[in-house]
């Protein structure tokens, strides 16, 4: 008489179910992953632009630019604004250009604004706020 042995472990059919979810899991897990990374450069291209704009306005007050002279797409990387700020400072995330961008400023009215590639970033004109404002 035959004896039936239970196998014990798992299908081939389980194992390919549970390695299936498991890659979805990781897969949307990963697109949140970037998505946040991608809001965290946002912000920080923000607050970079809000350093810029003080900065700018500081070198104002200093007399190294004429804040009162409008200006329009001027590089900050000019060496009297490097006194002042980081002139080297790139835009980080891809929704303002990523490195391959410039900040630029303009000055209308003693009201500085900060651009990267062709946007406004400084001051924020979006609904959400970011961490230094």
């Known amino acids: 008489m035959k004896i039936l042995h239970k196998r014990k472990g798992f299908t081939l059919i389980e194992i390919l179910i549970v390695v299936t979810i498991l890659l979805s899991l990781s897969v949307l897990g990963a697109m949140k992953y970037m998505s946040i990374v991608e809001q965290n450069n946002i912000n920080l291209d923000r607050i970079n632009a809000r350093t ?10 200093s007399g190294a630019i004429d804040l009162n ?28 250009g990523g490195n391959s961008a410039r900040f630029t400023y303009s000055i209308s009215k003693q009201n500085v604004t900060v651009h990267a590639n062709g946007l406004v970033v400084y001051p924020d004109t979006s609904k959400q706020k970011t961490l230094g404002d």
């Open 52 to 61: 810029i704009a003080e900065g700018i306005k500081l070198a104002g007050l």
């Open 69 to 96: 002279k409008d200006v329009s797409g001027a590089s900050i990387e000019d060496p009297e604004l490097a006194k002042f700020i980081d002139t080297s400072i790139v835009p980080k995330s891809k929704h303002f």
